[in-house]
């Protein structure tokens, strides 16, 4: 049986809003780990409501960016969710700091599974929203599963593109990948003496002069008071080294053009991964028989940690008119 430790104070890095209830729930995945989610409901509200999960960043927990996110779309109406995903934050799921797309797409598959059963949720009306490498998560469910509705998905990446071709497919060669899998292998070799997990590092601290300027952004949210947490993978150690291994042989979005229910991508056109977003959204579109509920919206000015947090650049009107539109 695994130890399940919740916080039950409010430890977000984004104020409490007076017009919403929240609390901690738990539901299990597919693989029987527990995951703990953060529920956000309208205080006044008639009848059953649409319901929205939420996840993200990557290396995130909820108590940053999903959970500024669900508690924003609770605001407006919606019951929503911001989870932990398997082996991270609250989440239960060992050894720690390991990720998969199965895990992943999995966590989103039995949140929804959790808001379905929920009295006061109309089961007919469920969304998603992923945020960063969760945005790509997101898509990656939307292939799959068809009780969604409207899927969102916020300055996303595809990880797996990154794991495979790294930044800008700048180590797109045989050569390249099998540097990385000879590394990957030696540090299995590592690990397996040591008994532990090697972790890859979060976001680097203090930063170099010379250090690109995304990673600056991510410096600015991850590592200050603005969206520094202490569970947060990216704010401290970061993810187990060896979880890169089985994501560089992996494609998503093998089956976007397929999803017929509504997707919303939304970029910044100054985010280092705009590039990401676009190709994804292209690639949904190309050849589709479903195109009229999908949308490719550009945030001008916008950078990739910009629509982390920033509520004055995030569309949130955009976000809830698509969602109701379409659910």
């Known amino acids: 049986m695994e130890e399940i430790k919740i916080t039950n104070e409010w430890d977000k890095v984004f104020p409490l809003s007076k017009n919403i209830n929240h609390k901690k729930v738990t539901f299990k995945n597919h693989f029987?780990?527990?995951?703990?989610?953060?529920?956000?409901?309208?205080?006044?509200?008639?009848?059953?409501?649409?319901?929205?999960?939420?996840?993200?960043?990557y290396g995130a927990v909820k108590e940053q960016s999903s959970g500024l996110y669900a508690?924003?779309?609770?605001?407006?109406?919606?019951?929503?969710?911001?989870?932990?995903?398997?082996?991270?934050?609250?989440?239960?799921?060992?050894?720690?700091?390991?990720?998969?797309?199965?895990?992943?797409v999995e966590d989103f598959q039995a949140s929804v599974d959790y808001l379905i059963s929920l009295d006061n949720v109309d089961s007919e009306k469920?969304?998603?929203?992923?945020?960063?490498?969760?945005?790509?998560?997101?898509?990656?469910?939307?292939?799959?599963?068809?009780?969604?509705?409207?899927?969102?998905?916020?300055?996303?990446?595809?990880?797996?593109?990154?794991?495979?071709?790294?930044?800008?497919?700048?180590?797109?060669?045989?050569?390249?990948?099998y540097?990385?899998?000879?590394?990957?292998?030696?540090?299995?070799?590592?690990d397996y003496k040591t008994?532990?997990?090697?972790?890859?590092?979060?976001?680097?601290?203090?930063?170099p002069d010379d250090v690109a300027d995304f990673i600056k952004d991510y410096h600015a949210y991850y590592k200050t008071s603005r969206g520094y947490h202490n569970r947060s993978l990216n704010s401290n150690g970061g993810w187990a080294i060896q979880t890169n291994t089985s994501m560089m042989n992996v494609r998503l979005f093998h089956y976007s053009n397929?999803?017929?229910?509504?997707?919303m991508i939304i970029h910044g056109d100054k985010a280092h991964s705009y590039y990401m977003g676009k190709d994804a959204y292209d690639n949904m579109i190309k050849d589709s028989n479903y195109t009229s509920n999908k949308e490719?919206?550009?945030?001008?000015?916008?950078?990739?940690?910009d629509l982390y947090d920033q509520k004055d650049i995030i569309p949130f009107d955009k976000i809830e008119n698509f969602i109701r539109k379409n659910i």
């Not at 969710?81 to 199965?102: H, L, Q, V």
């Open 179 to 190: 540097k990385q899998r000879v590394s990957l292998n030696n540090q299995r070799n590592q």
């Open 258 to 263: 397929e999803i017929r229910n509504a997707v």
């Open 126 to 177: 469920i969304g998603i929203i992923g945020i960063c490498g969760w945005g790509g998560i997101a898509l990656q469910t939307a292939c799959i599963d068809t009780r969604i509705k409207a899927t969102i998905c916020i300055t996303m990446y595809d990880m797996s593109r990154i794991a495979g071709n790294g930044y800008n497919d700048s180590q797109d060669s045989e050569e390249a990948r």
């Open 32 to 57: 029987g780990i527990t995951l703990v989610a953060d529920m956000y409901e309208p205080k006044e509200y008639n009848g059953k409501l649409p319901a929205l999960a939420v996840c993200g960043p």
């Open 195 to 207: 008994k532990e997990y090697a972790l890859a590092g979060g976001v680097i601290d203090p930063l």
């Open 71 to 104: 508690e924003e779309m609770a605001k407006r109406g919606f019951l929503t969710i911001a989870f932990d995903p398997s082996f991270t934050g609250e989440s239960g799921g060992n050894p720690r700091y390991m990720t998969s797309f199965d895990f992943n």
């Open 296 to 305: 490719f919206v550009v945030i001008p000015g916008a950078t990739h940690t």
